[in-house]
């Protein structure tokens, strides 16, 4: 008789982890509100916003202070 593990999901997809996106796994709502916030407060495009985020994380102070300095160079 084929009896099912306990450790077995039982629900589609319930099994899989998630996708990653790069080395990392996707924050809750996507980094899109922090992306926009970038390119409409900077001359960012949201690629470089993006890359921004991925390098250097979360902190919306440190990303301003850093996009400026982008700005100032280019």
Known sequence: MNRPS???PHRPGAGRVPEATGDR?????G?????????????LS???ARE????HGHDREQLLK???TMKAES
């Open 52 to 55: 921004l985020i991925r390098e």
């Open 66 to 68: 850093i996009a400026r």
């Open 31 to 43: 980094d899109d509100r922090l992306v926009r916030f970038l390119a409409e407060n900077t001359d």
């Open 25 to 29: 796994l996707p924050t809750k709502g």
């Open 46 to 48: 949201p690629m470089q």
């Open 6 to 8: 306990h450790k077995i």
